[in-house]
């Protein structure tokens, strides 16, 4: 059964970090792209940030590029998104996703994790 699960989120600070983990399992992890996306309340789930497969390239969201970090490990199905210099408006509920479109378009999702930055 293929399965993502997300980790990592709580409450912090404006300025504060935090790192969200994605563990990921039931599939052949180094064949999909990773992502992480978010969503507010009442709004669309936007993408945040994108790692190639072999982890080679990486693209982020405007509005966290410089702060935020994804990154991968292949060997131990782990996906990682490190957050510095929260903002309140990076308050959203997180996914990770995995994308494959070699032999069809396969997207999976996380449940989600709660990252909620207020003073």
């Known amino acids: 059964q293929v399965q993502l699960v997300e980790s990592g989120g709580g409450l912090v600070q404006p300025g504060g970090s935090l790192r969200l983990s994605c563990a990921a399992s039931?599939?052949?992890?180094?064949?999909?792209?990773m992502s992480w996306y978010r969503q507010n309340s009442g709004k669309e789930r936007e993408l945040v940030a994108a790692i190639t497969s072999a982890g080679g390239a990486t693209n982020y969201a405007d509005s966290v590029k410089g702060r935020f970090t994804i990154s991968r490990d292949n060997v131990n199905h782990m996906v990682y998104l490190q957050m510095n210099s929260l903002k309140p408006e990076d308050t959203a509920v997180y996914y990770c996703n995995a994308h494959r479109s070699a032999w069809g378009v396969t997207d999976y999702w996380g449940q989600g994790t709660q990252v909620t930055v207020s003073s």
């Open positions: 039931g599939f052949i992890v180094s064949n999909y792209a």
